[in-house]
């Protein structure tokens, strides 16, 4: 069974930084994509950025490009999203999310299968 952990979430000032911890068990093969999803109050839960396990591949969503970079430690299966100049629009909730049987990138929250619990990423102005 795939279970999925984030940590690293915390307040912070605008233009600082963060890095959110994505650790991984269950996997049984390298075809899988790990997605970084965000959850603002009263608004609907977007992609942030996706890594493909087997390819790197990765995606990041326009809103954080050039500002936060995905990667991924196979020593102990730990994917991070490094998070810099952070904005207050940034606020939300950060999930992490899985998806196994694939060498693609996915951007659909919906063809994720596994979630993690989500971690509160606050950036005060």
């Known amino acids: 069974q795939v279970q999925l952990a984030e940590s690293g979430g915390g307040l912070v000032q605008s233009g600082g930084s963060l890095r959110l911890s994505c650790a991984a068990s269950?996997?049984?093969?390298?075809?899988?994509?790990i997605g970084w999803f965000r959850q603002a109050p009263g608004k609907e839960r977007e992609v942030v950025s996706c890594i493909n396990a087997r390819t790197s591949s990765t995606y990041y969503a326009d809103s954080v490009k050039d500002r936060f970079t995905i990667s991924s430690d196979d020593r102990d299966n730990t994917v991070y999203l490094q998070m810099n100049s952070l904005k207050p629009e940034d606020t939300a909730v950060y999930y992490c999310?899985?998806?196994?049987?694939?060498?693609?990138?996915?951007?659909?929250?919906?063809?994720?299968?596994?979630w993690g619990q989500g971690t509160q990423v606050t950036v005060s102005s």
């Open positions: 269950g996997f049984t093969s390298d075809r899988y994509t």
């Open positions: 999310a899985g998806v196994t049987g694939v060498n693609w990138i996915l951007t659909s929250q919906y063809e994720y299968n596994y």
